[in-house]
């Protein structure tokens, strides 16, 4: 049993309490919550831009992958006054007086909060394609994103091969697109729009783009979420432009068994990628840090690009 050893610590002149600093959270590496805080601590100048204006779902594993997980959208009982909050409704849920019910999401947009939020074990930071303005209510989509979803026996390669054809179907409509390893199976495509729409808007372009690409490419796209559908396709997830849901922030980190990031690549990798079976693969905490330190920030704006 790990002890409960608390540090205090005073973090852009918020004072946290730190515990269980020893705790292994990724077991098959012996990843610690310590090192979990070090690596966001180290990433913070590049992640909060991402996070910056975004209400975030956590996933947490309080006792470390393998165990048991949750999400988590409201910001919890104890949050620290602090903390950043934005308050949306939710669609088709009702209180006890009928009135509609509301969730209250954190913005993590500083590293205070960014700490706070690790130190309970949030390992997964998701985001929302909208933003909250500066009245603290939600404002529109000021991007699209595209999930680039493998199904076996296609993999990452074929991955990149679809992203290259993705990519294109964005520069004609004159959006330009940052790729980003998903630290899961897959590829994850940004492209900033040139002004912000409702999140219906986004999600209908990403519909179509995808569609489209579908009916030009019927052998290696698929833009339906049938599961059967997808063997050896890669599906496009149009999807996660819609309000309620959400994509991984990159450079959080993923709950797998060997710790991987939402990483930012090059497109020379893409195509390496897409030439290469072994051109390209998930990068892990230490790899994302010296690529930083090598490379500096691939995501240069607020909004993702």
């Known amino acids: 049993m790990v002890e409960r050893e608390e540090v205090r610590v005073e973090v852009d002149g918020r004072v946290l309490t730190l515990t269980s600093l020893s705790k292994v959270l990724y077991p098959r590496t ?3 919550k310590g090192e979990v805080l070090n690596y966001y601590a180290q990433v913070a100048p590049v992640l909060l831009p991402q996070l910056q204006d975004r209400a975030v779902t956590r996933i947490r594993w309080p006792h470390g992958i393998g165990d048991m997980s949750f999400f988590e959208k409201n910001a919890p009982a104890g949050t620290p006054s602090w903390v950043r909050t934005v308050t949306v409704p939710t669609t088709g849920s009702r209180t006890a007086d009928h009135k509609e019910g ?3 999401f954190p ?3 500083s590293l205070a909060a960014l700490t706070w939020a690790a130190n309970l074990s949030a390992l997964e930071l998701h985001v929302h394609q909208w933003t909250v303005g500066a009245d603290g209510a939600p ?3 000021n991007r699209i994103v595209i999930d680039l979803d493998p199904g076996e026996p296609a993999g990452l390669q074929e991955c990149c091969e679809v992203a290259l054809l993705v990519r294109e179907a964005l520069d004609a409509r004159d959006l330009v697109a940052t ?3 998903s630290g899961s199976k897959g590829l994850h495509l940004y492209a900033a729009l040139p002004e912000a729409v409702e999140p219906d808007v986004a999600t209908a372009l990403a519909k179509e783009i995808a569609e489209d690409l579908q009916k030009a490419n019927p052998r290696q796209v698929t833009a339906t979420m049938t599961k059967s559908r997808r063997s050896g396709k890669v599906f496009l997830d149009w999807s996660q432009n819609s309000g309620s849901k959400t994509t991984i922030c ?3 980190l993923r709950g797998k068994e060997i710790p991987t990031v939402a990483a930012p690549i ?3 990798e893409v195509t390496e990628g897409a030439e290469d079976p072994l051109g390209i693969e998930q990068l892990g905490p230490n790899n994302v840090i010296t690529r ?3 490379r500096g920030d691939l995501f240069t704006s607020p909004t993702g690009l």
Do not use: F, K, N, R
């Open 102 to 104: 509301t969730l209250s």
């Open 139 to 141: 404002a529109g989509a």
């Open 266 to 268: 090059t497109w020379d």
């Open 250 to 252: 990159p450079y959080s």
């Open 107 to 109: 913005i993590l947009d």
């Open 179 to 181: 790729p980003v390893l």
């Open 30 to 32: 012996g990843m610690t």
């Open 292 to 294: 930083l330190s090598e």
